[in-house]
Structure formats: C-alpha cells, structure tokens
C-alpha cells in the first residue's frame, strides 16, 4: 500500500495503469477503480485456504478480506456493475467476492432495488456457472396456497382501479343491452370467484319490472381453482345464495375447462335467453396464429 495511486486516501490521483475510461473526479467511481486494481494486481494470490501470498510471505486478511471491505463501501448498483465486468471477463474469484457481498445486501422482499438487484445477481450467477436451468429449479418459489393466492387477488383488486372499473363498466353495459330482456344468459370465460356477478344480481334484483332470470355459465381455470381452493361448484352455491336472498331466480352452469378448449356443447345456449359473453383479460393471452394452426383466438371470436 506504499504506492500512492493505491492508497485509500488517494481520491484524486489516477492508478499506474491510468483511469480506464473512469471519471477519476468521481469519488464513488474512484471506489470502482480501486477495487478493480487490487482484484487484478498480479502479485496477489490467493492459496486455495483463502490466505494471501505477496512475494511469497502469506499474509492476512486475505485479498478476499480486503475487497469485501472495499465492496462494502459501494452502493448496490455499483457493485453490480463491478459483478457484470467481472463475470464479463471471466474473472471467478473476483465475481465470487462481489456476488457473497451481493447476497448480503438484496432481497427478493426488500426495497425496490434491494428486488431487482436479487434477480439481477441470480442472472450474473447463471451467466458465469451455465447453470440457468439449475438455478431456475432453485430459485422456483413454491405454489402459495388457495387462501394465500385469495388473499393477494383481493388486495389487487382493492388498490387497482383498473380491475374495478372493468368489471363495473361490463354490467353497466349488459344490463343497459338487456333492460328489455326476461331470460339473461351471462357466459364468462374466466369467473374466477364469480365477484363480478354478486353486483349484477343486486341490480337486476331492483329492476323496473321485477328481477330477470339469470343463466350463468363460468369457465374455469386452474388457478383460479386453486385460489378458490375447490371446483367451480363453490362459485355456482356462492351465486345461487346471493340470487335467492334478492329473490332473482338463478341458474349456474360451470365449464371447468381452459378458454382455448371451449366449443359451442360446453356452454348450453337455449333459445329464448340473451346472451352476453365477458371474457376481460382474456384474449391478450389467447393463442393465435403465431402460437398454433389451431389460431384459437380467432375460433372464440367467430363462436362469440
């Protein structure tokens, strides 16, 4: 640490081998250039016990020592950047250093950087392993369970208005098409937990008139299944509660089947019902002819 250029205290000078390309008037960029120096100084080496040699005299703290100690005087971005160049490079030992300081400083559930970064390391140490498939085992998290997964919908859809202003614009919509209508068939291609119909029940109950004969037809999904933690039936004994508290008569059908699969037999359409099809955030993920033959977006258009 004689050298002058090396020195910690050094904030302003440039190192022997010149500034690299890095703004030398940078105090954190300085940081960068130091720990890149005392990673790539030839007459360190690191002995398999993790000591270090200088001149043949072993030493310690170790070199690993010595970067973690520089490394922690870095911000999570800059170490990143310090980790990129080193798996660049393929430095090992250096992206090893950084990535165990890394490990120590992001989360998954932490800050919104503390998350990225967590997902950014996992990519560097695929990238310098080959091992993404491996990781990606690792890191998979396991299925949350039908009451937590519940939990969480109900949230999204208490704080995004999005998800509200979908559902409340679609029966604003159906019961403006069907004010004039005695038999109303509602088929919904992802009913989920059937929420959107309680509403819609409600408003057809106080109609002028007297309430409608409601046919509703849910298909089902498997995560919506598990989120319900049971079959469509718990959404059919849900409906027909609420319809026979409003004095609605009701009818549910359930198709528990993926949207793609879906064909005329599997929805009961009868002569003398209108008919209204929601299927929101649906077709955006729906096959088409970049995906299959079968373009099954356009075969649920043309059956709708």
């Known amino acids: 640490m004689s050298n002058p250029h090396r020195s ?13 390309g890095v703004d030398c008037g940078n105090g954190k960029k300085h940081v960068l250039r130091e720990l ?10 690191i002995d398999d016990c993790g000591s270090c040699s200088f001149n043949g005299v072993v030493s310690k703290p170790s070199r690993r020592n010595q970067v973690s100690d520089i490394a922690s005087r870095l911000d999570l971005k800059e170490l990143l950047d310090a980790c990129a160049e080193a798996v660049e490079e393929a ?14 400083r992001v ?5 919104p950087m ?36 519940l939990s969480n919908m109900q949230v999204l859809y208490h704080i995004c208005p999005y998800y509200k202003f979908a559902y409340m ?19 919904d291609f992802q009913i989920a937990q059937g929420s959107q119909w309680m509403f819609l029940i409600h408003d057809l109950a106080h109609r002028r008139g007297g309430p409608t004969f409601v046919h509703i037809t849910g298909i089902d999904d498997s995560q919506s299944a598990h989120a319900r933690g049971g079959g469509l039936q718990l959404v059919g004994e849900k409906l027909s509660s609420i319809a026979e508290s409003y004095g ?26 209108a008919l209204a ?9 729906m096959p088409d002819e970049s995906v299959s033959t079968m373009n099954h977006r356009d075969r649920l258009l043309r059956l709708v």
Request: with cysteine; net charge neutral.
């Open 8 to 20: 910690y205290d050094n904030t302003c000078g440039s190192p022997v081998s010149g500034c690299s």
């Open 248 to 273: 609605v008569p009701f009818e549910f059908h359930g198709a528990a089947l993926s949207g793609c699969k879906v064909k005329l037999e599997h929805l009961r359409v009868r002569h003398g019902e």
């Open 91 to 104: 430095d090992i030992s250096t992206a090893e250093v950084l990535m165990n300081v890394l490990e120590q």
């Open 36 to 45: 890149k120096n005392k990673l790539l100084r030839p007459e360190f080496d």
């Open 114 to 149: 503390q998350r990225l970064s967590a997902y950014l390391l996992e990519g560097l140490r695929a990238r310098l392993l080959s091992s993404g498939s491996i990781i990606y085992k690792k890191l998979k998290c396991n299925e949350p369970t039908s009451s937590e997964l």
């Open 107 to 111: 989360s998954v559930s932490g800050e």
């Open 169 to 187: 614009s679609a029966n604003v919509v159906i019961l403006e098409a069907m004010k004039n209508e005695n038999r109303i068939h509602i088929i």
């Open 277 to 285: 099809v929601n299927f929101p955030y649906m077709l955006h993920h």
